[in-house]
């Protein structure tokens, strides 16, 4: 059972430049979350993707936007790259349920921006 | 809003150590809590959860028991190894994971 994958696993820009990262839930799951781990932090929550839709979002600029694909796969763009963009970005997938909070994300290795 | 916060480290112990991170959070409602795991250059492993209050989340030697009246989810292991050097972040699930920020364990021979 494949678990949560994410390419490419490092990415190097330049200011201003646009960039797509990519996720692949693990099998069976239905919703895709995206965070952002600067160096030295805990990860924060960029948004998160279900039913090909964005049902909730964090405190990003619109630069960061997403989408999700039939078969729940998910890419993150961001475009006009600043240096406070480098960062750890990480993917999570999980099944939906119906309460609030109750099902469990599992995170992918992650793929590690740096702006120069 | 929801928050978590965390016990500051870094932390250093010996092998066989008894090691306590303290979490406690501030959230309306109960929201499920969480301990990840994330060793150097790696993503986030789920380590434990807790859904409810009194439930106690185990894995590896490592628990938490989800307290309600001291709104905390410390994690305690009874005996680490070095192979438990890594950092640890506590995180509570309101559809999307607020972390604390994080405690770096180092676990020395």
């Known amino acids: 059972d494949a678990g949560v994958t994410q390419s490419p696993t490092h990415l190097i820009k330049t200011r201003g430049q646009q960039v797509t990262l990519r996720c692949s839930p693990k099998?069976?799951?239905?919703?895709v979350s995206w965070y952002q781990q600067a160096l030295g932090q805990g990860p924060q929550f960029i948004f998160q993707?279900?039913?090909?839709?964005?049902?909730q979002r964090g405190n990003f600029p619109d630069r960061f936007s997403g989408h999700q694909f039939p078969n729940y796969s998910s890419e993150l763009n961001v475009n006009a790259l600043l240096l406070g963009d480098s960062a750890l970005y990480l993917c999570a997938s999980s099944l939906a349920s119906g309460g609030a909070g109750e099902e469990t994300q599992y995170f992918g290795p992650g793929t590690r921006l740096l702006v120069l | 809003g929801n928050s978590v916060t965390q016990m500051e480290g870094p932390v250093t112990l010996s092998e066989e150590a008894f090691l306590t991170i303290n979490c406690t959070y501030t959230?309306?409602?109960?929201?499920?809590l969480f301990w990840y795991v994330q060793y150097p250059g790696e993503g986030l492993q789920l380590l434990l959860k807790?859904?409810?209050?009194?439930d106690k989340g185990s894995n590896k030697g490592f628990e938490a028991t989800y307290r309600k009246e001291t709104t905390s989810f410390h994690l305690e292991k009874g005996s680490v190894q070095v192979s438990d050097s890594a950092v640890y972040f506590c995180a509570l699930n309101d559809y999307k994971l607020s972390f604390g920020a994080g405690t770096t364990v180092t676990v020395r021979a």
């Open positions: 959230a309306t409602g109960y929201p499920s």
């Open positions: 993707y279900y039913e090909e839709e964005e049902r």
């Open positions: 099998s069976g799951h239905d919703t």
């Open positions: 807790a859904t409810k209050a009194d």
